[in-house]
């Protein structure tokens, strides 16, 4: 059995696009064991973040998009901890409208893996939500992390600058729907779901 488990927190503040500001309540996910753990995006709350990692040293800030409610953080979580920032390059654009002089540190690819504790985290790149948005995805804990692409009931929103609604839809059944149905999906905002539960949506 493995020792590496998924631990939640969520932060709550603004995301801006477009020259909206919208309040919302983002999902925060720690994954690792008791030494050693990754950060699934960096929201709002430096603090809030920490109370989850513990004194776990903290291996990545691992960004599903470049958002500001999604990376807001980031810089400062590195600075705190010393982990390096992962990011797919696609969202470059998105990732300077929040930090134009603090570039992140590596780029995430598809198929990558990154290993924490006895698990491995495979990245998928689902395009559509933003253009370099990922999914991570462990087969060993049965779960995908899903930021703003796959949410319980579809979709991530489209409409706004650099998203697209085919696009998204594309990355859904092509790289998400074909995972297990009894896979958890952990989103970026709301409750969780699973695979085979939205397949049927």
Known sequence: MTRTRVDHTTTS????LDGQ?????NNVWVVGDDHECVVVDAPHDVDRILAVVGARR???ILCTHAHDDHVRVAPRLRQQTQAPIFLHPH???LWQLTH???????DLADGQ???VGDV????IHTPGHAPGAVCFSSKELGCVFTGDTLFQGGPGATGR?????DTIRASIRDRLLTLPDDTVVHTGHGPDTTIGAERKK
């Open 120 to 123: 491995r985290l495979e990245v």
């Open 100 to 106: 134009p002089t603090d570039p992140w540190d590596v």
């Open 161 to 165: 600058s650099c998203s697209d609604h």
């Open 58 to 60: 903290v291996k990545a």
């Open 91 to 93: 969202d470059r654009p």
């Open 113 to 115: 893996v990154i290993e």
């Open 21 to 25: 500001v919208f309040e919302v309540d």
């Open 13 to 16: 503040g603004t995301f801006s």
